[in-house]
């Protein structure tokens, strides 16, 4: 299924190439984008083709049950999704104030010297390899903040490596994609608001919540862009989320799994089994479903509050 998707993709990708560079820009450009929303909706639709065996046995079960258990070919993917939930809220939770102090310090306090500088190295940590990320948190990260709950609540985090250890670290790589488009809307204030904002007598901190005001539809877009970067984030998660698949918890101090790194740990031994892959492919589908909802809303509210 994958090949014939590859195969049928190359050739409308190799024609939006050829009018992008030969024919005309803007004819290309809307190719690619019809390309890319054909590329999407075919991936979904092979989600869902992958997913229809454990659908047709289980029916929307499979997106409610709690159990995973390979001998008795019984899965449900209910557990991941919680755990996706979880650790992402846990993320933006921590996050979104971090963006929102990163892009008033780089475009409010800063000299303007330094401002390009401080964006650039904020912009830079979003590149980092995500093993990166999941190798530091796996010998750092982990170990800190099992000490430092421990310390203000005995024996709470029985591990280093549970779901609130994951939503730490994702709150980390996460940041830098919201604080990028705050920052955005926040430089694109109009230089006669900013004048008049300061003319009624606004101190630095008063004219920075106007500001934020102003751009609100920036920071929701940033809000739900980071959300649906930290519901997909793959191998760092996975490396410190514990890989807890047989046991329901809600706490986020114990061991869990999320959707993304449910797929990368179990898909290695899936064609073993008869209903496992289907079962992985169903959590795929329902991820897709979700970051697509997400970035939609996403879009639609940037688009909105252009200034």
């Known amino acids: 299924m994958l090949g014939f998707l590859l195969v049928v993709l190359l050739i409308p990708y190799l024609i939006a190439a050829y009018g992008l560079l030969f024919v005309k820009l803007r004819w290309g450009l809307r190719l690619f984008g019809a390309f890319i929303v054909a590329t999407i909706g075919l991936l979904t639709v092979m989600f ?37 939930v979880l650790t992402s809220a846990v993320a ?17 306090i800063l000299p303007a010297r330094w401002r390009g500088v401080f964006g650039s190295l904020v912009d830079l940590t979003a590149t980092m390899p995500t093993v990166i990320y999941g190798l530091w948190g796996l010998f750092v990260l ?38 990028a488009v705050i920052r955005e809307g926040y430089a694109l204030v109009p230089k006669p608001v900013e004048e008049a904002i300061y003319a009624v007598g606004a101190t630095r901190f008063e004219a920075a919540l106007i500001k934020l005001r102003y751009v609100r539809n920036y920071i929701l ?55 496992m892959v289907p079962a992985l492919f169903a959590g795929a589908l329902l991820l897709t479903l979700f970051g697509l909802a997400i970035n939609a809303v996403a879009i639609y509210i940037i688009q909105r509050g252009q200034i």
């Open 48 to 84: 869902l083709v992958e997913a229809y065996p454990i659908i047709a046995r289980d029916g929307v079960a499979v997106f409610l049950q709690t159990g995973w258990d390979p001998v008795r070919e019984s899965y449900g993917v209910l557990q991941a999704l919680t755990g996706t």
């Open 142 to 179: 982990g170990p800190t903040l099992q000490s430092l709950v421990n310390t203000l609540a005995r024996d709470t985090m029985t591990s280093p490596y549970t779901l609130f250890t994951a939503g730490v670290l994702l709150a980390i790589m996460i940041t830098p994609y919201a604080a």
């Open 221 to 275: 877009g940033g809000f739900f862009l980071a959300l649906g970067r930290a519901m997909g984030e793959t191998v760092a998660v996975a490396m410190v989320v514990g890989g807890n698949f047989v046991r329901f918890t809600t706490n986020i101090f114990e061991s869990g799994i999320t959707i993304s790194s449910l797929i990368a740990l179990q898909f290695p031994n899936a064609a073993s089994y008869q209903y």
């Open 92 to 108: 933006m939770a921590l996050a979104m104030p971090m963006a929102l102090g990163v892009a008033v310090t780089i475009n409010e």
